[in-house]
T-cell receptor, first 116, second 114 residues
Framework: DTGVSQNPRHKITKRGQNVTFRCDPISEHNRLYWYRQTLGQGPEFLTYFQNEAQLEKSRLLSDRFSAERPKGSFSTLEIQRTEQGDSAMYLC??????????????FGPGTRLLVL | GQQLNQSPQSMFIQEGEDVSMNCTSSSIFNTWLWYKQDPGEGPVLLIALYKAGELTSNGRLTAQFGITRKDSFLNISASIPSDVGIYFCAGQLWGYGTASKLTFGTGTRLQVTL
């Protein structure tokens, strides 16, 4: 299967700990997005990469959050000093967009984070 | 963050019935998408709409991109038990050098009874 993959699928951590999630996009997709979804809500945009460059960050992304995409392939999202309010599903999506125009994002299965 | 208005919030229907749901926004988009999400999984793309007024079908699913570019609807005909899940609309505004981030609706939870 060549879809978007995310690891781990589930993470339980204690408040104050650091966590890191990984996303592997569809091969040759140049854009990668991170979204956060809390219970009963739709996903909300956090940040996106075009190749290795992080080009936009949402105000939802506090300074405890950092994302990287070092070689323009996989991406990591790290949360430092986790808080209970960080508990959510973290979704990754990828797309291919050569220039301007239509772009379809395909989502991974998500990483569900629970902060105790 | 912004969420689009999606209705109904939830619906219980019987197998074989048709379903309609819609999504409205205060701002325009140049793409509308409909996703389905099962518990514990990521959203799966059902239909993408790229032009105002466009009507697109995918099997038993039909969706339309509103003429004002501020709304969209999704119809499911002859529902079956596997249609159960949460349906999300998403609007997208793309252009040169911009993040084509998706703005999602609040979701419609569909439950199908036999």
């Amino acid at each position: 299967d060549t879809g978007v993959s995310q690891n781990p699928r589930h993470k339980i951590t204690k408040r104050g700990q650091n966590v890191t999630f990984r996303c592997d996009p569809i091969s040759e997709h140049n854009r990668l997005y991170w979204y956060r979804q809390t219970l009963g809500q739709g996903p909300e945009f956090l940040t996106y990469f075009q190749n290795e460059a992080q080009l936009e960050k949402s105000r939802l992304l506090s300074d405890r959050f950092s994302a990287e995409r070092p070689k323009g392939s996989f991406s990591t999202l790290e949360i430092q000093r986790t808080e209970q309010g960080d508990s959510a599903m973290y979704l990754c999506a990828s797309s291919f967009r050569p220039g301007a125009g239509q772009e379809t994002q395909y989502f991974g299965p998500g990483t569900r984070l629970l902060v105790l | 963050g912004q969420q689009l208005n999606q209705s109904p919030q939830s619906m219980f229907i019987q197998e074989g019935e048709d379903v309609s749901m819609n999504c409205t926004s205060s701002s325009i988009f140049n793409t509308w998408l409909w996703y389905k999400q099962d518990p514990g999984e990521g959203p799966v793309l059902l239909i993408a709409l790229y032009k105002a007024g466009e009507l697109t079908s995918n099997g038993r699913l039909t969706a339309q991109f509103g003429i004002t570019r501020k709304d969209s609807f999704l119809n499911i005909s002859a529902s079956i038990p596997s249609d159960v899940g949460i349906y999300f609309c998403a609007g997208q505004l793309w252009g040169y050098g911009t993040a084509s981030k998706l703005t999602f609706g609040t979701g419609t939870r569909l439950q199908v009874t036999l």
